[in-house]
């Protein structure tokens, strides 16, 4: 036999057996502790799979007949003709299921499409011209950058269990006077079942000393409300309150009077940015920051807190990123505004989960009915994907007169947050693993705005029941001076 044929059967030989141990292994029953490792896997929200510690992405055969409205409005049409009755709207990036199509007189192609929506699935025609079948087309391309993959998010912590929230706002004062009895002596009268209380405020003041201060902003501490935070969270927490920490986190005049150099500052007179309030902003850029941020969480969820929610989590109000140009923002990695965003809020993710806590960041309630980020780093689906609950702010007195067709949003509470969270549900449908949609609504009367109503508990329930209508039963109510309406949130 010739050493070719020789060399041949060897190599026949050497892939046999190496077939049969690779075989063998993966046929043999799995151990105890191979059960064990599956069994103790968490729960995950979403229908991303992992391959390698990596999610896979929807397969073409998943995407197939799904397109997307390019359109900031697409009226959706009973009949395949241009000036058919309209049956609906839907906004730009919405997604729809193609399920036939028809070429009219004039040689134009319609879609007939479906999409669900909280009554149930709705079917209409639209003109193709107002699609696209790649939702990336629609984006500009700092949004194109952001990370829209499946995430890793814990459903359900088992010692943390989840709480349908209907919830009020306590500033840090209410939390450690008087008022906090008061309080929640109405939440054993009402459905409120959770307090939204402020542990890092408006001005940089904690609600409790904390060691994160210490570090980097001592100034913080001085202010700081209650002096047993331990005691505070027993008695919160024997009263069945859900316990939200409100971290109120670049909006810090506290931490940039001690770090000038981190403040948000005109290029020209060097002197620090401020809204109409006077406080001045840190740069969301800011790493340390982050730190200080994240490291108040963490002594908060320590205590007892529940919830982490991250409030003034964008950069601040630019009159529609006009003003960027003029402003210095201490942008030293080169990210784009809400790239900034939802990396913080996706590091703050995976520092915080460990310690199960659930994430959540209040946004503008508009940003679920624009296209972009508002110039001020917070978008939709960015952020949504990055935090387990999002809190658009529907204030009805936030939005500008004219917002969805009407005249004063203010005086239309249902109509304005019935909108609003349509389009944020419809936003949501565009990622794998949304956050759950909680809205802040307006239980104060907005005096400063023209056209202004009183508000009281018939404008709390219009808003509650516009929510609803659109399947959200979660909401947390605000009032600066924490006096509510309480006959609207009666058991």
């Not at 009219?104 to 011209?129: A, C, R």
């Not at 009281?456 to 909401?475: C, F, H, L, S, W």
């Amino acid at each position: 036999m010739d050493k070719k044929k020789i060399w041949l059967i060897v190599v026949m030989v050497v892939f046999a057996i190496g077939s049969i141990v690779i075989f063998g292994k993966n046929l043999a029953p799995a151990t105890k502790a191979d059960q064990a490792n599956n069994e103790q896997q968490p729960q995950e929200q979403g229908e991303g799979e992992e391959t390698n510690g990596e999610q896979t992405q929807p397969s073409a055969e998943e995407n197939s007949g799904v397109i997307y409205i390019s359109a900031s409005k697409l009226n959706i049409r009973k009949e395949a003709v241009k000036n058919g009755e309209i049956v609906d709207s839907l906004m730009k990036g919405s997604a729809v299921k193609v399920i036939e199509e028809k070429t009219d007189e004039s040689n134009s192609l319609w879609y007939k499409v479906s999409y669900d929506t909280p009554k149930g699935e709705m079917n209409g025609w639209i003109s193709s011209e107002y699609t696209v079948k790649d939702r990336t087309e629609l984006l500009s391309e700092s949004l194109r950058k952001l990370d829209y993959s499946p995430q890793q998010k814990t459903f359900e912590y088992p010692n943390n269990p989840r709480v349908a929230v209907k919830g009020i706002y306590l500033t840090k004062y209410s939390a450690s006077n008087s008022r906090l009895d008061q309080l929640i002596e109405m939440s054993k009268r009402t459905n409120i079942n959770t307090f939204v209380i402020d542990v890092k405020d408006d001005k940089g003041h904690m609600l409790f000393k904390t060691k994160a201060a210490e570090k980097y902003a001592p100034e913080a501490n001085a202010k700081a409300t209650v002096k047993d935070i331990e005691a505070l969270v027993k008695k919160l927490k024997e009263n069945d309150i859900y316990l939200i920490a409100r971290i109120v986190s670049f909006k810090d005049p506290t931490y940039t009077t001690l770090h000038p150099d981190r403040a948000i500052i005109y290029k020209d007179t060097k002197k620090p940015f401020t809204n109409s309030d006077g406080l001045i902003w840190a740069s969301a850029h800011d790493r340390d920051l982050w730190e200080y941020n994240i490291e108040v969480s963490k002594e908060a969820a320590a205590v007892g807190f529940n919830e982490i929610q991250f409030d003034y989590v964008r950069f601040p109000a630019s009159n529609g990123g006009k003003l960027d140009a003029s402003l210095d923002y201490r942008n030293m990695k080169g990210e784009n505004k809400p790239e900034t965003i939802q990396n913080f809020l996706k590091y703050a993710r995976e520092q915080l989960s460990p310690m199960e806590v659930y994430i959540s960041a209040d946004i503008y309630g508009l940003v679920g009915s624009v296209a972009d980020d508002m110039a001020l780093g917070q978008y939709w689906e960015a952020v949504s994907n990055a935090v387990d609950y999002v809190s658009p702010m529907m204030y009805p007195s936030h939005y500008a007169n004219g917002t969805y067709g009407l005249p004063v949003p203010d005086a239309y509470p249902y109509e304005t947050v019935y909108n609003s969270t349509k389009d944020s549900v419809a936003r949501n449908k565009n990622i794998k693993t949304p956050a759950a949609i909680r809205p802040w609504i307006q239980d104060f009367t907005a005096s400063w705005v023209k056209g202004y109503i009183k508000y009281g508990p018939k404008q709390v329930e219009d808003q509650i029941r516009a929510m609803e209508e659109n399947g959200v039963t979660e909401y947390l109510l605000w009032n600066a001076g924490n006096k509510y309406s309480e006959e609207a949130l009666k058991k």
